[in-house]
């Protein structure tokens, strides 16, 4: 089970034009009785020159199958080392809805709410904001 959302995750980058190289920095998958744990951390230089970070540990319940991001980071900045976006559910921002999901947004670090999201997500996210991207050009 973890390991096909692993697999998920690598054919999702491997099928993306802007997902230039990807350096798998960890990969662990532990095991307990009740749940598969995977902590994984992906280095994707894009074909922009921007990097994205993905950080991420997941589990998923042998009893039901289900899966969640328990810790995460997804940290997306352009060419130049700005930010673009940064979502994260560090438990900081303790005001904010939807603590302790939350995205730092731009260089002026502005954070707004954010929800639970995964590297699936995360990815088809990005891909969005870069095709809307280029139809605009």
């Not at 959302?5 to 095991?31: K, M, N, P």
């Not at 940290?75 to 080392?81: A, D, I, T, V």
Request: with cysteine; net charge negative; glycine share 6%.
């Amino acid at each position: 089970m973890i390991r096909e959302y692993f697999q998920q995750i690598e054919f999702s980058l491997a099928s993306y034009t802007w997902a230039g190289s990807v350096q798998v920095l960890r990969h662990d998958i532990l095991e307990t009785g009740e749940e598969q744990i995977l902590i994984c951390r992906i280095r994707v230089s894009m074909a922009d020159g921007g990097v994205l970070e993905i950080r991420e540990r997941v589990i998923i319940s042998k009893r039901d199958g289900e899966r969640e991001s328990t810790t995460y980071s997804f940290h997306w900045q352009n060419n130049k080392g700005a930010l673009i976006m940064r979502w994260d559910n560090a438990p900081h921002f303790r005001d904010i809805d939807g603590f302790p999901h939350h995205i730092h947004i731009g260089e002026n670090n502005t954070v707004i709410s954010g929800r639970p999201i995964n590297s699936l997500e995360i990815l088809a996210i990005i891909d969005m904001e870069l095709t809307d991207a280029a139809k605009e050009i």
